[in-house]
């Protein structure tokens, strides 16, 4: 079971101070000044930690950073500007040119193109396969790929992989794995189940109220005999002998963070801790509702196809109530068919946010085809899930009523 009260004490308690400021403090400095020249050759040779410089962090991204490390059970983290930028931040962190990545199961569109048209331009291959296809993980696993790639459960296809299953294999050939953890912070501890790194857009429901853009990648203890020593993984040698527990952090500050500067705004981690004090509980009820409006819709709407694992139909129904006692976030699907019947469901709802977001308080929505994916190939919509009339929902606080019935009026 998901201990929600632990995490429920926890957050609140460990971001506000007992003395002084309550609130978190916002440090908006780009510099920071070192008392003497000993210092700084320290502070830059990383044997004293104090602040550098804005774009390797500051003390409010610190504090996000520790209070995430606790969310994940993580050895480290970075924040950074956005989701995307966690994401890029750690395939240029790892990755080099002639290196292939192996995608599983759907993805976010921004992954997607991130992985099939920006790293390729850089020489960075990448497959795509269906959650279970083992077969073609294991041959590519024992191909030496540089690294696998899942979200918890697919944005929007929601698809579950078989979490476990997937990085005892990776782990077995020494492979790297990132899991996109977006849509099930609290709900799932990907690092605890044997994953390298976890990445999050924390603009979603980490922040939960639309007013933050931000992310992070969040990195496990690198142990004696690591997977990053194997021969894959030449390239990286150095800092990971220098660097012990600590490399994989090292690796992608000192080769994405500094180079590239997806940093984190002192202002936006201040607004995403705000958000991490009742993310458990936030979590907690909008899961919850998401089985419930699911299920009723998935009962009530006629000529919509309702998707959601907790509906008995879906395919990955039984893995889903293992995986997920208490839900898997707050994302369902309506398929209405064709693009005009959705436009019509969207435009009738009235209490429904139609927006690119997910994850946030209030209830979402939006037409799949006309906005995120409109620039996709048809192989590539097939692939990913994105069919004419598919409308993804993010559901938020509200009482699973009011959102049932309206989606049952928008219909009519
Ligand atoms: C939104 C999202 C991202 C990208 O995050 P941004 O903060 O928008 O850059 C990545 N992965 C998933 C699963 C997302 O939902």
Not at 45 to 59: C, F, Q
Not at 97 to 122: H, P, Q
Not at 169 to 191: E, F, G, H, R, S
Not at 239 to 254: H, P, Q, S
Request: aromatic residues 8%; neutral net charge.
């Amino acid at each position: 079971m998901i201990n929600f009260e632990y995490f429920h004490t926890l957050l609140p308690q460990s971001i506000g101070s007992k003395n002084g400021a309550v609130a978190p403090t916002i440090t908006p400095s780009a510099a920071f000044a070192y008392e003497n020249a000993e210092e700084a050759e320290a502070i830059f040779k990383g044997d004293v930690s104090k602040p550098l410089y804005a774009r390797m962090g500051n003390p409010t991204n610190a504090k996000l950073e520790s209070i995430l490390c606790k969310i994940e059970d993580a050895n480290s983290a970075i924040a950074t500007s956005s989701g995307m930028g966690a994401i890029s931040m750690v395939l240029t962190a790892f990755l080099k040119s002639g290196d292939e990545v192996l995608c599983i199961g759907g993805f976010f569109g921004g992954t997607y193109a991130l992985v099939n048209e920006t790293m390729a331009r850089f020489g960075v291959a990448s497959d795509f396969c269906d959650v279970d296809d083992f077969d073609k993980i294991e041959e590519k696993l024992k191909n030496g790929i540089a690294m696998v790639i899942f979200e918890s459960v697919g944005n929007p296809n929601l698809k579950v992989p078989e979490i476990e299953k997937i990085l005892t294999l990776c782990n077995k050939y020494n492979t790297l794995t990132m899991v996109d953890n977006t849509a099930t912070p609290i709900l799932l501890q990907p690092l605890k189940m044997g994953a390298d790194i976890v990445v999050h857009s924390t603009t979603k429901n980490i922040s939960g109220h639309s007013a933050s853009l931000g992310g992070a990648a969040l990195f496990r203890k690198v142990l004696k005999d690591d997977k990053l020593k194997d021969d894959k993984y030449k390239h990286l040698s150095e800092i990971v002998e220098k660097m012990g527990e600590k490399a994989m952090f090292a690796i992608t500050k000192k080769r994405a963070l500094r180079d590239f500067g997806m940093t984190a705004s002192a202002y936006s981690s201040f607004i995403t801790l705000l958000g991490c004090e009742t993310l458990s509980i936030r979590m907690e009820r909008i899961s919850k509702n998401t089985q419930i409006v699911a299920n009723e819709l998935h009962k009530k709407l006629k000529n919509v196809l309702v998707r959601h694992p907790s509906i008995e139909e879906h395919e990955h129904y039984d893995r889903y109530k293992k995986i997920y006692p208490a839900g898997c976030g707050s994302l369902l699907t309506l398929d209405t068919g064709c693009s005009k019947s959705a436009f019509k469901l969207l435009n009738n709802t009235k209490l429904i946010t139609q927006t690119a977001n997910i994850g946030d308080n209030r209830t979402l929505a939006l037409h799949m085809k006309s906005t995120i994916y409109r620039d996709f190939k048809e192989s590539d919509l097939k692939f990913l899930g994105i069919t004419d009339g598919l409308i993804r929902v993010s559901i938020g606080l509200e009482n699973p009523v009011d959102i049932i019935d309206d989606f049952v009026q928008a219909s009519e």
